[in-house]
């Protein structure tokens, strides 16, 4: 694979960790604050587009959404088939 594309590979996944990271903050302050709330379909659907590791440090930063069982499983669950997707990137090239 080409410098440039693994480049904009990394760069999505940051991008995407970011983007999960801020979505858990933002949600737990409304949540606080009594506001509109960010859906718990799209919460999960950022961890699964490559933002795991962001929502896995958000959920656990900000003690938002650790009693939800389809976010303290799912979200690992997650995460470990990104880390398999990775190792099997990485043992094919």
């Known amino acids: 694979m080409s410098s ?5 590979i990394w760069s999505y996944l940051l991008l995407l960790n970011l983007i999960a990271f801020a979505a858990f903050w933002v949600d737990k302050r409304r949540a606080r604050k009594g506001k509109y709330r960010i859906p718990e379909r799209r919460l999960l659907l950022v961890a699964m587009l490559g933002g795991s590791i962001g929502a896995w440090l958000g959920m656990y930063l900000f003690r938002h959404k650790t009693k939800h069982r389809k976010f303290v499983i799912g979200v ?8 398999g997707l990775f190792v099997y990137w990485k043992l094919i090239s």
């Open 4 to 8: 440039t594309a693994e480049l904009l």
């Open 76 to 83: 690992p669950v997650i995460l470990l088939l990104y880390v």
